[in-house]
């Protein structure tokens, strides 16, 4: 698993396998879950980060960045 964070999009992207999704579904406003087929999680999106994810936490987080 890793989680990177694109600061200039504000997108945090937590990535649990690889692979290409099938289905890219929006559970709720910003929060869009990459999944197979099957419906086994690839990746969880969250747009605009910055306004869900308090900074300190943003920051405490082993960040890879895209």
């Known amino acids: 698993m890793n989680v990177s964070y694109d600061k200039k999009r504000d997108i945090m992207r937590i990535k649990f396998q690889e692979g290409e999704y099938d289905i890219s579904k929006e ?3 910003g929060l869009i879950i990459d999944m197979t087929k099957d419906h086994k999680i690839i990746a969880i999106e969250i747009l605009d980060a910055s306004e ?5 936490s943003l920051n ?3 960040i890879i960045a895209s």
């Open 27 to 29: 559970t709720d406003e």
């Open 52 to 56: 869900k994810i308090p900074r300190k």
């Open 60 to 62: 405490e987080v082993n």
